[in-house]
């Protein structure tokens, strides 16, 4: 019996083996030639970087020709008084990339990109709201309602990354997603729907498979105060992605690379006060060109740069490296 069951952990040893080896073959051999690029766009993190949103927008859909964004329906810029809601700032964006035949992600909840993460009004008290309320949902129909017919809309993205333990709010629970997922799928049934996960800290058993499509971050160099600047480098290739997607049963054509590293990650500091030599230690020229070439071994079709803010900040700064770079990767 004990050698039965030593023969049997073997295989599985070997099988394990054998699949990883396959994996890294393929995420060396080929990689995806024909990846499409997006961008993340935040109007709050545009205007606190002390830009012109409009402008910054704007350069994004034409200098940089993105047809594939992301973009939030932000709970705390629309509803800023209790049941008063101001569509304005998203109705500019949906229609500007309508305008340019752009796509557009939206994401809608309570957690959506951008620090803090979680982005309740100020009138939600959040120490009394973990239970969430009918406050959410209302303004989640009002906007589905108000979007689902726009000729940008492609994608609704329900929460950003739920269960990860990032930032200064509580985390969704399963049900409360689910209940998210349906009430947007009961309201608008054409467009599907994408739940997100980190790519670095989740094995994404809880998130791949809950929607019609499933985003991934993608972070290479990043800092923390206990360890300072270091890099997933030699810790997540290529084709540690594409195993779990294997693992969790989701096709790979039907995931995307949600957040792709494209600004630098700082010390507590704010990014204005912050040297270009320090920003640069997390991400220079060379490693966002590492990073767009890493997340085409990936072979997943999708990725959507995040750092748009940064490369229009940097260019109104005298430094255009990144923005003539970023110029490169739509050329028609």
């Known amino acids: 019996m004990r050698r039965l069951k030593f023969f049997l952990l073997a295989i599985l040893i070997l099988a394990a083996a054998a699949t990883i080896f396959i994996l890294i073959i393929k995420s060396k051999s080929k990689q995806e030639k024909n990846m499409i690029y997006g961008a993340s766009f935040n109007i709050e993190y545009a205007n606190y970087l002390g830009l012109d949103p409009k402008l910054a927008f704007n350069k994004i859909l034409g200098e940089w020709n993105f047809k594939y964004l992301r973009l939030s329906a932000q709970w705390d810029l629309i509803e800023k008084n209790k049941g008063e809601y101001d569509f304005s700032e998203l109705d500019w964006m949906m229609d500007s990339a309508a305008k340019k035949n752009a796509k557009v992600i939206l994401v809608v909840g309570h957690r959506t990109p951008r620090w803090p993460e979680c982005h309740y009004p100020k009138w939600i008290d959040p120490a009394t ?3 969430r309320g009918p406050e959410l949902l209302r303004f989640m ?23 990860l333990p990032f930032g200064d709010c509580d985390l969704v629970t399963a049900a409360q997603l689910d209940e998210e997922l349906a009430l947007v799928k009961k309201l608008d049934p054409l467009h599907p729907t994408m739940v997100t996960d980190s790519g670095e800290l ?6 791949a498979k809950r929607a019609d499509l499933f985003g991934t971050t993608l972070y290479r160099v990043v800092w923390s105060k206990t360890l300072g600047y270091w890099s997933y480098k030699w810790i997540l290739p290529p084709f540690v992605y594409q195993a779990k997607l294997w693992l969790n049963g989701r096709d790979i054509s039907t995931a995307y690379i949600s957040e792709l590293q494209a600004e630098p990650w700082i010390p ?26 890493f997340a085409a071994k990936t072979n997943m079709p999708r990725a959507y740069l995040w750092g748009a803010e940064w490369w229009y900040w940097l260019e109104s700064h005298g430094a255009p490296e990144f923005s003539e770079y970023i110029k490169t990767l739509n050329k028609e």
């Open 268 to 293: 507590n500091a704010k990014l204005m006060e912050t040297s270009l030599a320090e920003q640069f230690k997390s991400m220079s020229l060379k490693q966002l060109k590492e990073n767009i070439n």
């Open 202 to 207: 989740s094995l994404w058993r809880r998130t």
């Open 141 to 163: 129909e009002l906007t589905v309602a108000r979007y689902k017919g726009h000729p940008a809309l492609e994608v609704w993205q329900v929460e950003n990354e739920p269960f």
């Open 129 to 131: 709201y973990a239970g």
